[in-house]
Each structure stands twice: as C-alpha cells, then as structure tokens.
C-alpha cells in the first residue's frame, strides 16, 4: 500500500509532504460534509421522537431536540387516541407480518429451488415471466383482485394481505433467492442425486440449511414492506378492528390532527421503531440483501 | 393450462426434443418434479397476475361498478380519458414530473455520497447505516405525517427560516411548492440505491486506476474513463428501478394531501387518481382503463430503456 502511494507520487510529481497535506484536507472536508449530512437527514426523525416526548404546548414553539421536561402523556393519550387502543392494531399488524414471512419464505424458496437447481421443460420461459412480474405495476392486477377476494367475502379479513404470499405473489424474493442459489455449488445437488435423494430431500435437507442468509434477508424484508405496507390495508380493511398500524395511524391524522400532534407524532414515533430495532439488529443483512439484487453473479 | 408449456417452449426454443404426450406423462417424467416446486408460484402467477391482468383488460372496455354486471362499451372509458378528462392529463404531468425530477436527483446523490464514501473513509459503516435509515422507515405513513408537519405553514422548516429573518410559506398547501416537498421525501431516501453503487463501486478492478495514474491520468479522468463506463450497469440497475418506483409512488401523496392530490391537484399523482376513481367513485371500469395505460407506459419505457441501454451501458462478457 504505502509503495503504491509512493510510486503514485513520483509519477504525478507531488512531493510526499504537500500530498499528504492536500489528502489530510480533502479528508476533514469529506468529514466534514457527510457529518453535515448526517445530521441533515436525521434531524427530522430525532426531532419528532423529542416532539413525542414534549408537553404539548412545547411543540411547536421549540427547535432544540432536547425537551425542557419529559413527558410521556403524548403515548398515553395517543395510545388510546382511537375508538380503539393501539395494542390491537400492533397485534393486527404483527399477525399479518408473521404470517406474510412465512408464505413468502415457503412459497419463494419451492420457486426459487426449482428455477435455480431443476431441469424441466420451459424453464427459462417461466423464468422470464417471473422477472417480468418483478416490473409489473401492481395497479393492473388491482381491481380484478379486488373482484374476486370481495366475492369471496374475504374484505375485512386479513387474507387478501396474506394469501398471495403463500402464492410466492412476491417475485422480487424468488428473483433473491435465485441469485443466492446459484451461488451454492452445483456438485452437492449432484452428489445427493447420486446417491439416490430426492429433489425435496435436497431442497430441504441440503439447500436450505445453506441459505439461512438469504432466508433471513427476505424474512427481515417481508417485516419490514409487510409492516409499512399502507395500500392494501387501505383497500382490504375498513373495520377498525381489523385495522393495521399505518391504517390506524392515517385515521389519527383525519381524526386530530389538528387539536392533537403530540400523540399523532408519539403513535408516529412507535409505528417506527420495530423497523427500527431490525435495522439495528440486522443492518448487514440488509445492506448485503440491497446490494447483491443490483450485483450479477 | 396443460398444453401451454410446452407449447410456449416450442417458441422460445429453449429445450430441444419432441413435446410431451400428455400432462400426465410430463408430470411423471423428469419436468414432473419442476412443476410442482413451481406449484404454488403456478397458482399465484395465473390466479393473481396473469387472470387478473387480461380481466382488468376486459373491464376497461366497460363500466363495471363493481355492484352491477359489468356492460360493454366499446372504447368509451379511452376516448374520455384521451379528450375529455383534465384530471388524466393532470395526474400523467404530476407522475412524469415527480419522476423526471426525483429520479436523476436521487441517483445523482447517493452516487455522489458512495463516491465519497468509497475512497477508504474511517467510518463508513456508520454513515452508511444513517444514509441508509430514511429508506427503510420512508414508505411508512409516520414518515408522511413527519413530512406533513416539517412543510407545513407552522412547520420545522419555517421555523428553522425564520431564525434568519424568512417567513415561509405553507410549504404543502401551496400549488408551486407542494410537490417538490414529495420530490425531497423522495431524495432523502437515496440510501438504498446509494448501498447499489457502493456495492459496484467495490467490483471496479484497483489496478485499473494504478494503470491510468502510471499513465499521468488525473482524478476527473479516471472518473469519467474507468469509474463510469464500469458502473453504468448499476446505473442502469437503479434508474429501472428507481423509476418504475417513482411511478408506484402512492402513500406519501395520499396522506400529506389527505387523498385529495390537493391544492388545486399539484400532488395528484397518476396512482392516487386511479385510486379515487375506483375506490372513491367505484369506476373499476374506467380505473381498469387507466390501469391498463400505466401498463403500457411502463412497458413502453422498460422496454426503451433496455433497447438503447445497450449503447451506453457496458458490460464486460
């Protein structure tokens, strides 16, 4: 490394001691911005979590992040800010998550497995009209979806939200896993088939041991879109006890929004943090799960 | 169903060999075990995706209303929205906007910001987890609420002007300005496109640099010689993607306007227009219509993009 920048010198002509200097700069300057940055982006979030914390009368008259006395009345109040507590919705959402990552770690992976590691006929057509659904706009699908759940009186229920994952309806997760899979080598199926195994018995006793990365990057993903996921609930659910966080949370805004911000940003602020927390505990999962989609292998 | 696989691979040419006798036979022979891994994602692609697709096709040469049988109309609901329907060509100006505005912007800040980040900077796992944070919290509706409040007349952002003497307008209830608080939601989620380059940016070979700075190129050169010719598959990557977002975008307009697309329809974009008109007015037929348009315009740019990708993106094979 350090011959490397010494030969760099002497072809560029520098000197050791203005470069160094000139790198030194250009260094605190690049801290300097992303530092500026950082807080750039941030401020608004930590702004609404001290916002949640303020008396009430406190809020829109200070910019400081720091409140001048803690207050938890805001989560109090807004806790039961609807006709209904937000424990109901939490669990509404978290039953909904729990089952969509199921569907899709089942359903995607079957998929996945087949179009990674099988041979049959039309293979590579299927393929492509799997990528193709990854671009489809979902609103062309809408409506006769619409038709058919509300014919079979599912409105209401959380099964248009949960069926089409056991469906593997999520391409995006099949196209992730696909990619995870042909990175396994081929010799261990091989090898299995030799000795007389099953494609289900390789499926699940060879592969899927080996891809609990992958598994638990869609698990982590499907949390996440599952849990912000606003449309559908929109569309599916109109009884507030069947609502989701992010419904209750738009029924918060229509309902107070005006008379009541401080339970609005506390309820806001609660609506974050599971999300939150998997960020925390599984930010290298996601950010390999981000990058490997735009990679090829 | 049967009988379409094979006949489909027939076309595509992708397996050699004479085509099955019958389902029966195809399942028991060695295709038989393909299918049924595939079985669950059969059901989802022609009960979901595929059925779905042609009926909405079907529907928007009609007025289904979702109570009453659906009646024939010809190209009625395409005629109106091509003559007669200002919200239309009101919602197709916002959507392009939104997304000729944002994407390049996006784009252009985490490529900037993983440039920056690459060059071997000590920290960069924690700025790339802060710059990564908003995009995973930004599809949620507290994020909008947030968004609400930071324009809003009394808002963050006024009051962060008024330290220096401005008096900010109601940032999100003024035609000119309510927008562009969308198209900043979107920017301030450049995080995950940002990890995308980051990602490329580590797969460009170190010793092409060594061999462009021996040979007295300077930083702007090899940046515009190695690093960009190399990463323009990312590139490419995420602006497809990138887009095709930008005009699924739906949540934040919805709850910042109260699904309104309000004032004077500056937010309405394309999805919350359709969105009104069949669950507001229940006009599944004409919401088909505009469907089925988005449809197209979205295949119609895909496939431009990958058409002429192939000039200016490159790929080492």
Same mark, same amino acid.
């Given at each position: 490394m350090i011959t490397d920048v010494q030969r760099l010198t002497v072809v560029t002509g520098d000197s050791g001691e203005t470069t160094r200097l000139r790198k030194g700069a250009l260094s605190l300057l690049a801290h300097g911005l992303l530092t500026l940055a950082s807080i750039l982006m941030l401020y608004p979030l930590l702004w609404m979590l001290s916002a949640s914390f303020r008396p009430e009368n406190e809020i829109f008259t200070a910019t400081s992040l720091w409140p001048s006395s803690w207050s938890i009345q805001s989560y109090i109040r807004g806790w039961t800010g609807l006709r209904i507590g937000f424990d109901t919705f939490f669990l509404n959402s978290l039953i909904i998550a729990v089952l969509a990552i199921i569907g899709n770690l089942a359903t995607c992976s079957l998929a996945a497995f087949a179009f990674a590691r099988l041979e049959f006929r039309g293979r590579r057509f299927w393929f492509a009209m799997m990528l193709g659904t990854l671009m489809l706009p979902y609103q062309v699908t809408l409506i006769p979806q619409y038709v058919l759940f509300h014919q079979l009186g599912w409105v209401n229920t959380f099964l248009p939200l949960v069926v089409p994952k056991f469906l593997a309806a999520d391409s995006f997760f099949i196209f992730l896993m696909v990619q995870f899979f042909r990175g396994l080598p081929k010799e261990l199926d091989e090898a299995a088939m030799m000795d007389g195994c099953s494609p289900w018995r390789i499926y699940w006793k060879i592969l899927l041991p080996l891809s609990t990365p992958v598994l638990a990057t869609a698990a982590i993903f499907t949390f996440i879109w599952t849990w912000d996921d606003f449309f559908a609930p929109l569309i599916y659910l109109s009884d507030i006890r069947t609502y989701t966080v992010q419904l209750a949370l738009r029924t918060f805004v229509d309902s107070s929004a005006e008379s009541d911000w401080g339970g609005l940003f506390a309820m806001s602020t609660l609506t974050l943090v599971p999300v939150f927390i998997f960020f925390l505990v599984f930010q290298r999962l996601l950010i390999e799960g981000i990058a490997t989609t735009g990679m090829k292998r | 169903m049967a009988s379409a696989p094979s006949h489909e691979v027939a076309q595509g040419g992708s397996v050699a060999g004479a085509a099955a006798p019958s389902w029966w036979a195809a399942a028991r022979s060695k295709n038989g075990p393909g299918y049924l891994f595939l079985l669950p994602w059969f059901i989802g692609f022609f009960g979901l995706t595929l059925g779905p697709i042609l009926i909405s096709l079907y529907l928007s040469f009609t007025d289904f209303d979702l109570l009453t049988a659906p009646h024939w109309n010809g190209g009625a609901n395409f005629v109106r929205i091509f003559t007669a329907d200002?919200?239309?060509? =009101?919602?197709?100006?916002?959507?392009?906007?939104?997304?000729?505005?944002?994407?390049?912007?996006?784009?252009?800040? +985490?490529?900037?910001?993983?440039?920056?980040?690459?060059?071997?900077?000590?920290?960069?796992?924690? @700025?790339? +987890?802060?710059?990564?944070?908003?995009?995973?919290?930004?599809?949620?509706?507290?994020?909008?609420?947030?968004?609400? =409040?930071?324009?809003?007349?009394?808002?963050?952002?006024?009051?962060?002007?008024?330290?220096?003497?401005?008096?900010?307008?109601?940032?999100?209830?003024?035609?000119? @300005? $309510?927008?562009?608080?969308?198209?900043?939601?979107?920017?301030?989620?450049?995080? $995950?496109?940002?990890?995308?380059?980051? +990602?490329?940016?580590?797969?460009?070979?170190?010793?092409?640099?060594?061999?462009?700075?021996?040979?007295?190129?300077?930083?702007?050169?090899?940046?515009?010689?190695?690093?960009?010719?190399?990463?323009?598959?990312?590139?490419?990557?995420?602006?497809?993607?990138?887009?095709?977002?930008?005009?699924?975008?739906?949540?934040?307009?919805?709850?910042?306007?109260?699904?309104?697309g309000n004032p004077i329809n500056s937010t309405l974009f394309y999805t919350l227009y359709l969105y009104q008109e069949a669950f507001g007015f229940f006009r599944m037929g004409y919401a088909s219509a505009l469907a089925w348009i988005l449809l197209v315009i979205v295949a119609l740019f895909t496939s431009f993009s990958f058409l002429t990708s192939k000039y200016w993106v490159h790929y080492d094979n």
């Open positions: - | 200002a919200k239309f060509i =009101q919602s197709m100006r916002v959507t392009l906007f939104f997304v000729i505005v944002s994407v390049p912007l996006k784009l252009a800040f +985490a490529l900037g910001v993983a440039l920056l980040l690459n060059r071997g900077m000590r920290g960069l796992p924690i @700025y790339r +987890a802060i710059f990564y944070l908003p995009s995973l919290l930004g599809a949620s509706v507290a994020i909008a609420v947030l968004w609400r =409040q930071l324009f809003a007349g009394n808002g963050l952002v006024n009051q962060f002007l008024l330290n220096f003497g401005i008096v900010g307008p109601s940032w999100i209830s003024n035609p000119r @300005y $309510s927008l562009w608080t969308l198209i900043a939601l979107a920017v301030w989620q450049f995080g $995950s496109p940002m990890i995308i380059f980051l +990602a490329g940016l580590r797969q460009i070979p170190l010793d092409m640099y060594e061999a462009a700075s021996l040979d007295g190129a300077g930083r702007w050169r090899m940046f515009r010689k190695i690093t960009l010719p190399l990463l323009t598959p990312v590139i490419f990557f995420n602006a497809i993607i990138q887009t095709i977002e930008g005009f699924k975008s739906f949540t934040p307009a919805f709850i910042i306007s109260g699904g309104t």
